[in-house]
């Protein structure tokens, strides 16, 4: 069965560093996500990509996030100057090809700022 | 503005018993979509349902059934005969019609724990 893979799984980083998480949506898929998940809390939209631009965005994502599809299937999130306040579960989703469809998340990738 | 309220933080439950968990959302728009996901305790999202604003018709999946009531805006999600593979956060979320972006606004999560 098709699915939405994350890498890395986990990311340790010092804060002011800049990190980028990958993912690879489902090949078929035309619409893509970042969420957020803060430890314990609920899980928060980013970002909404689709026909190479952002859709939507949060007030979350500020200028620090910048979202990119460098090729025909990675979908990234970088996150430049980490904050201690960015540690967070980041999950990655994809729907389509028609906008009206499920969305499927990835595994997520697990960033610790220190 | 949209919103989606768990009103549970955590349910507690003996294996085999049945247990519902609560969502009430909100929205003005008249067409819109309502989803369940469940994450386990390693963490991925899965999805279980997706409902659109106009079938109001209950659904059952196995012990899964979902209980859709426009009239009270709720969107309810029953386990029949719970067992322990069922403890999980449980998250239920809304899709607005009118967003073109396909953007999920979850609630705060029912962590349900079912023990043996």
């Known amino acids: 069965e098709p699915e939405v893979t994350q890498t890395p799984s986990h990311q340790v980083t010092q804060m002011g560093q800049e990190v980028i998480l990958r993912c690879v949506p489902i090949s078929n898929h035309l619409y893509f996500y970042w969420y957020r998940q803060i430890l314990g809390q609920k899980v928060e939209f980013l970002v909404s990509?689709?026909?190479?631009?952002?859709?939507?965005k949060s007030e979350i994502f500020d200028d620090q996030f910048s979202v990119e599809r460098p090729d025909g299937s990675n979908f990234t999130l970088k996150i430049r100057s980490t904050k201690l306040e960015d540690s967070a579960m980041y999950f990655c989703?994809?729907?389509?090809?028609?906008?009206?469809?499920?969305?499927?998340f990835g595994q997520g990738t697990r960033l610790t700022v220190v | 503005a949209q919103k989606v309220t768990q009103a549970q933080t955590e349910i507690s439950v003996v294996e085999k018993e049945d247990v519902t968990l609560d969502c009430v959302y909100e929205?003005?728009?008249?067409?819109?979509?309502l989803f369940w996901y469940k994450q386990p305790p390693s963490g991925e999202l899965v999805f279980l349902i997706r409902?659109?604003?106009?079938?109001?018709q209950n659904e059952i999946s196995g012990r899964y059934s979902w209980n859709f009531q426009k009239s009270t805006s709720s969107f309810n999600f029953t386990i029949t005969a719970s067992q322990v593979v069922d403890s999980a956060v449980y998250f239920c979320a809304l899709e607005s019609g009118s967003s073109n972006t396909g953007k999920l606004i979850f609630g705060q999560g029912t962590t349900l724990q079912v023990k043996p």
């Open positions: 409902r659109n604003s106009f079938d109001e």
């Open positions: 929205t003005r728009d008249t067409t819109y979509y």
């Open positions: 990509f689709y026909n190479n631009e952002i859709s939507e």
């Open positions: 989703a994809s729907s389509g090809p028609l906008l009206d469809t499920e969305a499927f």
